[in-house]
Structure formats: C-alpha cells, structure tokens
C-alpha cells in the first residue's frame, strides 16, 4: 500500500489544495489503496528535513522507495499503472510533456498572482502578474478547444496536474473569462476520483482542526 505524508493541519484557505491531493487523486484513478502520515506544519523536524529538504509535502512511500515533488510522483505512479499513463510511446511524450507545462509555465504564473494577493501589500505586484497569467490562458484554451483531455485522447497524469492548477486560477476568479478551461476543469474535479480524493483531504483536516 502507498504511503502519502501531509501536513498535520492547514488552515482554512489551504484545505481542498494541499498537493497530496495530487496524489491522492492518482492513486483513485488507479484504484490503489493508500494510507496518509501527517508531519507537523508548524514544527517541522529534523525527520522529516532529511526525507524532503525542502520541508513540503507531499512525500511518497512505496515499500523501501520515498519520493517527494507532486510531478515526481505523478510520474512514478504513471509507470506503474496504465490508467495514468499510456504504453505507447507517443501517448507518454505528450502526457509527460502537457505534466510538465502545466508545473513549469503555468504554475508559476498562478502562484505569482496567489502569492501577490495573499502576501504582498504592494498592489503592484499583483498588477503586473494578471497580465502574464492571463496570457498564458489564452495560449492554453485553443489547444483545449477541440480536446476532451490535453494529451493522448484520454485521462492521464497531465490532466491531474493541470486541473489542479485550473483550480487555483478559479480561486483566484480569473478562469470565468475562459470558458473553454472552466468547462475542462469543471469535467476533471467533476470525476468520482477527484470528488473522493478531494473529500478525504477535506476530512482529514476537519478532523485536525
């Protein structure tokens, strides 16, 4: 069985996006069983430093393996089942491919505009990170214009990956004026997989509150 570590507690705004849901995701699509382990948030240990050096979560266990970083992960899991990942080669290319754009062009962007509404009291900030995240919505909503899913026809890991950011623009109430991502990204969390993994997130810090 799978092994995801989380935090012990989140605060409210947090709760529904803490990126074990990532995997936790993943792992219903797959249908594999797993189990959560919680690190504390506010103390962070010298354990868990030495298994993510950076102190984030989530952490993936599998048996003797651990391995932090969402995408990390998400791929790993990829290659174990068939249900995130094609076999074929050109279905694997793409996925891997629209996994990565998602975390590396368009990620960056969204929690530039996240981190500047939430953190930064120079509006400034926030004024000139609208612009760039609004670009690179409307380079991504022609290519899903004519597409069910964004790589190899079907529902892979991409598309966890890049739902999940679609979620944080909505929080953000910039995806309105794309209605082609709001339609994709309401498809994707509308998933059983989705709704389960979200609610036992959702539980688990409930229950730590």
Known sequence: MYVITTYDWVPDFARGHVRDLRIRWACEE??????????????????????????????????????????????????????????????????????VAALNTLEPVVMALALARMFDRDERAAELALPRLVARLEQLAPVLKSRDFIAAGRFTIADIMLAEVLRIVDNLGELAGHPVLLDYMRRMTARPAFRRAHDAQLAHFEKAA
């Open 30 to 99: 797959a249908g594999q069983p797993y189990r959560i382990e919680t690190t504390s948030v506010r103390e962070k240990t010298a354990q868990h430093f030495a298994r993510q050096p950076f102190g984030q979560v989530p952490i993936l266990q599998d048996g003797d393996l651990t391995l932090f970083e969402s995408g990390a992960i998400l791929l790993y899991l990829g290659e174990r089942h068939e249900a995130l990942l094609p076999a074929d080669a050109q279905g694997r290319a793409e996925t891997q491919q629209w996994l």
